[in-house]
């Protein structure tokens, strides 16, 4: 077992060939959920029998995103049902073994990983049929007690997922095409089944890091449809690198377990630990929930069992309760957010029961715009008229001119300030608090958990201070040229808050239209239960808690989590021209120097307008989001300068806790180093809230796809 150089002895050799191995799975399963995305597109197109598809198509009524996302949600269910299988969690326990064989045999989708090793398949389409009789019945009100199916309720399994391809029909070649990129992976010299009964967050990671990569592409003449990565744009622009388990476990010791200690020592320690909350502002497919998830599920289980080790079903009973009421999720991507429920569903699936209700906890925005109530009560400020993109200076002068005029001689802050806006908004804490004391271990209590919450959110209070909240964002957003003039000032802002039926049609579409391009998301409206109540955040921090007095404006509310976990995206927040035209006009990205490029870019208002109005719009938008983290105040510390997102998360991360939580995560060692990060990490020595830093250089290649050089902490 020794050698002469430790990294030389057997067992580190067994370990790299283990690690190398692993790596080499989740390299092929990445690419074999794009192969198998790709086939079924192509399978769906081609097929005769799907004429209304390829119209709706054809006249834009069904976009090609849309139908991307539906494909997704495709694979997304037969992974679940990989996995769900291959764990025997899937059927009820209590139906007749008849049942069971009835659905092994002729319905279950490892019967179709079977096929698809063996068999090229035909152009009939029974296959793909009996997987949808699985699929609605599995959405049902009451399963399928003949097949031995439990009713799982959830978007996933529900009739609105894939609306265009349950009804379609698809080739048996073509569908066993796709199942078998899932289910098989090669070494180049043999083929061994992906083993779905192990299948871990590390996996769905990698799933996660390929729809990043992916933009869709389909000729419906030939009925080809294809996936491209556009020059790495996607994956580059969240500045998404997925974080290896080794990594995530080092700050689950130092962020999590302190948290739990605290918890355990409690009179009633099983209430302590569900009252926990735990939050990835940056989720994507879960990776720090799950193994955040596990961690805490072991030490509920171990204090309502009395054992140090308790049982598997004792654990897996736990798992539920904690992902159910321990944990809170934020991803600007729709479908990141999707594979982070069903990456929860898989640890959380007891046979019998339906999957758990996650849609309150795991959500989809930009965890960095949005307002605050703090931020609301000091009115629009005068920050909110710099011009961008499109926007004409002597309109943006004049309206700033106009708004410090009002903030400084109006009477409608007076009346703002008489009552806390979160006063008047109405108990959604309660509210929220009393819904999730709802269970849902039967159908029966998830459906009530989800009228419950649909009420929540739409009723006319909690829509009222969305607008509100929206509406501030909009400010600085708004379009403010001559033939747009009427922006949004500290007055108007102030009416509407005062009477919110007043706002005109024009101006309320316009802010949803907004809110909707830039992902608004405001944390005290989507987490009431976890910022309402207790003393002042700022107060807390002022008094020597992880934070200073800095902080206070920006901060979302009282109350706060109690461990926010994760490795948020590290990207310059501006559009980056050579690749957003990678795909587009390949020749403008590959241009000779910078300053062609923008000669190139200039030319396009004469020979494709089109394509202008695109670009225009997207460099609005990113200088939008810019404007918004510089200068709305939310960020006093790091919104300046050339804003990287990693600054402005780790700001954020530090918001987000209450005066007793704590922060692990990943990050660039510029946030210790660099210029523009000084007064935040000052900030953290003064307020003596900085428990711990490690520095390290990425020369192991930990992110496999980034610079060995590049350090982190």
Request: charged share 25%; glycine share 8%.
């Amino acid at each position: 077992m020794e050698a002469a150089r430790p990294e030389n002895c057997w067992l580190e050799r067994w370990s790299r060939a283990a690690q190398e191995q692993g790596t080499r799975a989740l390299d092929q399963l990445r690419s074999g959920v794009e192969a198998a995305i790709a086939a079924l597109g192509s399978g769906f197109l081609r097929h005769p029998g799907n004429k209304t598809l390829r119209q709706r198509l054809f006249a834009a009524e069904l976009d090609k995103q849309d139908f991307y996302r539906q494909l997704l949600r495709l694979v997304y269910r037969l992974i679940f049902l990989f996995v769900a299988e291959e764990r025997q969690l899937l059927l009820l326990p209590e139906a007749v073994d008849e049942a069971k064989r009835r659905y092994y045999e002729f319905y279950s989708t490892r019967r179709l990983r079977h096929l698809a090793a063996r068999r090229r398949g035909s152009k009939h389409a029974d296959l793909y049929q009996g997987l949808m009789i699985v699929l609605r019945k599995l959405g049902d009100e009451g399963g399928s007690p003949e097949l031995a199916l439990p009713a799982l309720g959830s978007f996933l399994f529900s009739a609105q997922a894939a609306p265009d391809l349950d009804g379609a029909q698809i080739a048996n070649r073509d569908f066993l095409e796709a199942i078998r990129h899932l289910a098989v992976i090669s070494d180049g010299r043999s083929r061994r089944q992906v083993d779905y009964r192990n299948l871990g967050a590390e996996e769905l990671g990698s799933v996660y890091e390929s729809l990043l990569e992916l933009h869709p592409q389909l000729n419906l003449e030939s009925g080809d449809f294809s996936l491209h990565t556009a020059g790495g744009h996607e994956r580059k622009s969240t500045g998404s690198y997925y974080t290896p388990s080794s990594l995530i476990h080092e700050l689950l010791d130092s962020a999590l377990d302190p948290v739990l200690d605290a918890a355990a020592r409690q009179p009633d320690p099983e209430a302590a630990i569900l009252a926990l909350k735990i939050c990835d502002p940056a989720c994507g497919s879960g990776h720090f929930l799950i193994a955040a998830a596990h961690r805490i599920a072991h030490r509920l289980a171990a204090a309502v069992s009395g054992e140090s080790e308790p049982p598997p079903e004792a654990l897996r009973a736990a798992l539920r309760r904690v992902i159910g009421h321990c944990i809170y999720g934020v991803d600007i991507n729709e479908m990141a957010v999707e594979l982070c429920k069903v990456g929860l569903w898989l640890e959380a699936l007891e046979p019998g029961k339906p999957l758990s209700f996650l849609d309150h906890h795991i959500q989809c925005g930009n965890s960095l715009l949005g307002a605050t109530p703090e931020l609301m009560a000091a009115g629009i400020p005068d920050e909110a008229f710099v011009p961008i993109e499109g926007d004409d200076k002597a309109v943006c002068t004049a309206a700033k001119r106009r708004n410090k005029s009002e903030r400084e001689t109006g009477q409608a802050d007076l009346f703002y300030a008489a009552s806390a806006p979160w006063q008047r908004l109405g108990d959604f804490a309660g509210a929220m608090k009393a819904m999730d004391r709802v269970s849902d271990e039967t159908l029966d209590g998830y459906r009530s958990k989800s009228n419950r919450y649909q009420e929540i959110v739409n009723s006319p209070a909690f829509l009222f201070g969305r607008l509100l909240a929206d509406l501030w964002c909009a400010a600085f957003v708004w379009k403010k040229t001559r033939d747009f003039p009427y922006v949004i000032t500290n007055e108007v802002f102030r009416s509407i808050e005062a009477e919110p039926a007043s706002i005109p049609t024009w101006m309320y579409e316009e802010v949803e239209r907004l809110r909707r391009q830039y992902g608004f998301f405001h944390w005290h409206l989507a987490f009431p239960e976890v910022f309402a109540g207790g003393e002042a955040q700022a107060a807390g921090r002022a008094s020597g808690g992880p934070s200073g007095s800095a902080v206070a404006e920006g901060a979302v509310a009282s109350g706060g989590f109690d461990v926010v976990l994760g490795n948020p995206p590290w990207e310059r927040i501006k559009l980056q021209e050579k690749e957003w035209f990678a795909e587009r006009r390949p020749e403008i990205a590959a241009a000779a120097n910078a300053a062609q490029r923008r000669k190139m870019i200039e030319a396009l208002q004469q020979n494709d307008a089109a394509l202008w109005r695109a670009f225009a719009g997207d460099r609005r938008k990113a200088e939008g989001e810019s404007m918004l983290v510089r200068n709305s105040g939310r960020f006093p510390l790091c919104g300046r300068g050339d804003v990287n997102t990693y600054t402005v998360f780790t700001e954020l991360n530090r918001m987000l806790i209450n005066p007793q939580g704590r922060v692990g995560c990943i990050v660039p060692s510029g946030i210790a180093t660099d210029d523009t990060t000084k007064y935040f990490f000052q900030d953290l020595i003064e307020q003596r809230s900085l428990v711990s830093l490690y520095d390290f250089e990425n020369r192991e290649g930990l992110f496999m796809d980034v610079d060995s050089r590049m350090k982190f902490c």
